[in-house]
């Protein structure tokens, strides 16, 4: 079965202070990873694809990486309004079907 | 172009009531899919239709639930009769056909309390 584990759960951070958020998965076969911002009351954002190790991707203040194992969101020098639950998915074999992550809780102090 | 959007917000009705939630895909996107976020725990799929196919039902938790997506377009999920374990968030998203991994695009969710 897929899982997905990130961590921690929830990150305080002051402005400026740089930050990465952890993605672990177990797949069988990645087709693909996925991160998503989140905010109150509002539907995943889609971030980024991630699809083999080694990819990495940038937006703004957010880096994203992959290994076999695990992803990295990295945050530098945040700002309050990055304040938001970050999820990650994957998509494995054939399936269009993506296993969530619980996500992490990241708020950001000015 | 609009995103995916959802109606209504929220909905709040009392056990074995019947609750309809609607969900209008991206324009163009063949593809859609119903997941729920039940409080504390990770958001997990209930189904996907490929225009007005249902391409996969697995997620789906019982026979009190019933979707639909009549001419390949907007899409129902009705509860029937509701029970204090469907209380959760109900997220639909859409995605376009094509090869490669798919990515989702969601819309902001109907929050749903049986008391």
């Known amino acids: 079965e897929d899982q997905v584990t990130q961590s921690p759960e929830a990150l305080r951070l002051q402005e400026g202070e740089s930050s990465s958020l952890n993605c672990s998965y177990t797949?069988?076969?990645?087709?693909?990873l996925f991160w998503y911002r989140q905010d109150p009351g509002k539907g995943p954002e889609f971030l980024f694809t991630?699809?083999?190790a080694g990819e990495e991707k940038e937006k703004e203040r957010l880096k994203a990486t992959l290994t076999k194992k695990e992803s990295f969101l990295h945050i530098t020098a945040p700002k309050p309004e990055d304040s938001a639950t970050y999820l990650c998915?994957?998509?494995?074999?054939?399936?269009?079907?993506?296993?969530f992550g619980r996500g992490t809780s990241l708020i950001v102090h000015p | 172009e609009a995103g995916v959007t959802q109606f209504p917000s929220h909905s709040v009705i009392e056990k074995g009531q019947t609750v309809t939630l609607r969900c209008d895909p991206i324009?163009?996107?063949?593809?859609l899919y119903w997941y729920r976020r039940v409080m504390g725990k990770e958001i997990k799929f209930l189904l996907h239709?490929?225009?007005?196919?249902?391409?996969?039902e697995s997620g789906m938790p019982n026979n009190r639930f019933l979707a639909e997506r009549t001419g390949g377009t907007y899409s129902t999920l009705k509860v029937q009769p509701a029970e204090l374990e469907d209380s959760g968030v109900y997220f639909c998203?859409?995605?376009?056909?094509?090869?490669?991994?798919?990515?989702?695009?969601f819309g902001p969710g109907t929050r749903l309390t049986v008391l």
């Open positions: 998203a859409s995605s376009s056909t094509g090869g490669g991994t798919d990515t989702q695009y």
């Open positions: 991630l699809y083999s």
């Open positions: 239709f490929v225009k007005e196919s249902k391409q996969d």
């Open positions: 797949v069988s076969g990645l087709r693909g």
């Open positions: 324009s163009g996107h063949d593809n």
């Open positions: 998915a994957v998509q494995a074999g054939g399936s269009y079907i993506p296993t």
